[in-house]
Nanobody
Framework: VQLQASGGGLVQAGRSLRLSCVAS????????MGWFRQAPGKEREFVTA????????LYADSVKGRFTISREYAKNTVYLQMNSLEPDDTGVYYC?????????????????WGQGTLVTVSS
């Protein structure tokens, strides 16, 4: 599985961005997918995840109510809609494909990672 993330950029606080992650391979629909982020000088942290079926999602408390994860099977793509962005949301965002079909918040549950896309939120 190869993952290609895109959609990052520089935005002002309060604005929105949508990230995309396109997956290659035939196992997309069987894998849970997730987004993690890494701010400068900090460890990578969980943001959100979605199950293989798309019926279940999980969010970090810091983004709950502002971010939405979704997936489009016809395009093998998972999206991260980010609204009401804050400067603390700044970082490199990575999409991951999990080993199993549920949603996962643990870094070690993911087998494959995209290259990351940079999101910078100015105040």
């Amino acid at each position: 599985v190869q993952l290609q993330a895109s959609g990052g950029g520089l935005v002002q606080a309060g604005r929105s961005l949508r990230l995309s992650c396109v997956a290659s391979g035939r196992t997309f629909s069987r894998r849970g997918m997730g987004w993690f982020r890494q701010a400068p000088g900090k460890e990578r942290e969980f943001v959100t995840a979605i199950s293989g079926s798309g019926s279940s999602t999980l969010y970090a408390d810091s983004v709950k109510g502002r971010f939405t994860i979704s997936r489009e099977y016809a395009k093998n793509t998972v999206y991260l809609q980010m609204n009401s962005l804050e400067p603390d949301d700044t970082g490199v965002y990575y999409c991951g494909a999990a080993r199993g079909g549920l949603y996962y918040s643990g870094y070690d549950d993911y087998d494959y990672w995209g290259q990351g896309t940079l999101v910078t939120v100015s105040s």
